[in-house]
């Protein structure tokens, strides 16, 4: 089972509270989609600057690996106060920790409730992963 402590997107992103921001990132599951279990499959991230406001569901990156593409799509709506710059030089990390050192943009939110996210149950589910 994935972390409790978080919330999540059907396409593969998590959501963590923090204080009054949020943290985004994706999860392992993605992570394994996107690499085959290779993190030198994993080639590019665009994240966005600080500053730029985002809607709930809107994309606000992309990341790459040799076979693939995926948008990155915004759990909640808010502006970015951090990116993770580490990631977009590293993505070995995001690779190795997806949960915590591989998180990849901080927002401050418009709301906080998240509702109409999965939780970590919802999402195990959703990606056919629950315990029985």
Same mark, same amino acid.
Not at 91 to 111: E, F, M, N, Y
């Given at each position: 089972?994935?972390?409790?402590?978080?919330?999540? /997107? %059907?396409?593969?992103?998590?959501?963590? =509270?923090? +204080? @009054? !921001?949020?943290?985004?990132?994706?999860?392992?599951? $993605? #992570?394994?989609?996107?690499?085959?279990?290779?993190?030198?499959?994993?080639?590019?991230?665009? /994240? %966005?600057?600080?500053?730029?406001?985002? =809607?709930? +569901? @809107? !994309?606000?990156?992309?990341?790459?690996?040799?076979? $693939? #593409?995926?948008?990155?799509?915004?759990?909640?709506?808010?502006?970015?106060?951090?990116?993770?710059?580490?990631?977009?030089?590293?993505?070995?990390?995001?690779?190795?920790?997806?949960?915590?050192?591989?998180?990849?943009?901080? #927002?401050?939110?418009?709301?906080?409730?998240?509702?109409?996210?999965?939780?970590?149950?919802?999402?195990?589910?959703?990606?056919?992963?629950?315990?029985?």
């Amino acid at each position: 089972m994935r972390p409790d402590d978080r919330h999540y /997107l %059907p396409s593969h992103e998590w959501v963590k =509270t923090d +204080g @009054e !921001t949020v943290v985004f990132g994706i999860t392992d599951f $993605a #992570v394994e989609e996107l690499s085959h279990g290779n993190e030198d499959d994993l080639v590019y991230c665009d /994240l %966005p600057e600080p500053g730029r406001k985002l =809607t709930q +569901g @809107e !994309t606000f990156g992309e990341i790459e690996s040799v076979k $693939a #593409v995926a948008d990155l799509n915004s759990p909640v709506a808010g502006e970015v106060v951090e990116v993770n710059k580490v990631i977009e030089d590293h993505l070995q990390v995001l690779a190795k920790d997806p949960w915590d050192k591989g998180w990849l943009i901080r #927002v401050k939110p418009d709301d906080t409730s998240m509702s109409h996210l999965l939780n970590a149950e919802g999402y195990d589910a959703s990606v056919g992963e629950a315990d029985e």
